[in-house]
């Protein structure tokens, strides 16, 4: 069982920047992969940004170069920070935890979802 909040959005400029937070009710380290996702009103959901135990890192393409995911174990909390916005990065993000399972297989556990909108 993993319990997940976010925080940290909000309406920012197209061109600024916003930092997201997800902290966990576990250790990072306990956790298989920690990931960003996002949602834009009526499409799917897609990933954004992910980040394993062992510290690797996976960005789509759509924003490689200006998001980094990056953690803190002491507070067990992943962060999101976003720069270079544009108005196509406007979505609801989640926060997603995938555990491995005792016997095989994975859990997959989200966050309450954060609105980011980008706009003039």
């Known amino acids: 069982q993993v319990q997940l909040v976010e925080s940290g959005g909000g309406l920012v400029q197209p061109g600024g920047s916003l930092g997201l937070s997800c902290t966990t009710s576990?250790?990072?380290?306990?956790?298989?992969?920690m990931g960003w996702y996002r949602q834009p009103p009526g499409k799917q959901r897609e990933l954004v940004a992910s980040i394993t135990t062992g510290g690797s890192t996976n960005y789509a393409d759509s924003v490689k170069g200006r998001f980094i995911v990056s953690r803190d174990s002491a507070k067990n909390t992943v962060y999101l920070q976003m720069n270079s916005l544009k108005p196509g990065d406007t979505a609801v993000y989640y926060c997603n935890a995938r555990t491995l399972l005792r016997f095989g297989g994975v859990d997959n556990y989200w966050g309450q979802g954060t609105q980011v909108t980008v706009s003039s």
């Open positions: 576990r250790s990072i380290f306990s956790i298989a992969v």
